[in-house]
């Protein structure tokens, strides 16, 4: 019986998921990147200098971990967070990646 129940609570959530994608086009789910990622309590926004895709991508992200790490954020949430650091081709790099290099 447990086993029936299990696979019955497995298709549900498979339906569901399902309906997701129908309605809105997407799978929300698979865009995030590290969906149990949270920020520490006390963590306030930090206004990032964006990085467009000229300049040193190097320096940009060395900014960004320093400031973040001060803060005690955790890599999954730094990470989750990155593409608010981006605009123009480098967002659209960023967007078009493989979700496992993403994660890597």
């Given at each position: 019986?447990?086993?029936?129940?299990?696979?019955?609570?497995?298709?549900?959530q498979?339906?569901?998921?399902?309906?997701?994608?129908?309605?809105?086009?997407?799978?929300?789910?698979?865009?995030?990147?590290?969906?149990?990622?949270?920020?520490?309590?006390?963590?306030?926004?930090?206004?990032?200098?964006?990085?467009?895709?000229?300049?040193?991508?190097?320096?940009?992200?060395?900014?960004?971990?320093?400031?973040?790490?001060m803060?005690?954020?955790?890599?999954?949430?730094?990470?989750?967070?990155?593409?608010?650091?981006?605009?123009?081709?480098?967002?659209?790099?960023?967007t078009?990646?493989?979700?496992?290099?993403?994660?890597?």
């Amino acid at each position: 019986m447990a086993a029936i129940k299990a696979k019955l609570a497995q298709l549900e959530q498979s339906l569901a998921r399902s309906e997701r994608i129908t309605s809105i086009g997407f799978d929300i789910d698979e865009l995030c990147l590290f969906p149990n990622a949270r920020l520490p309590k006390k963590f306030k926004p930090i206004d990032f200098a964006k990085f467009d895709g000229t300049g040193d991508p190097k320096a940009h992200l060395t900014s960004y971990i320093g400031a973040l790490s001060m803060w005690g954020v955790e890599k999954d949430a730094m990470a989750q967070m990155f593409s608010q650091t981006l605009v123009g081709h480098a967002l659209h790099w960023f967007t078009t990646l493989e979700m496992t290099k993403k994660r890597s």
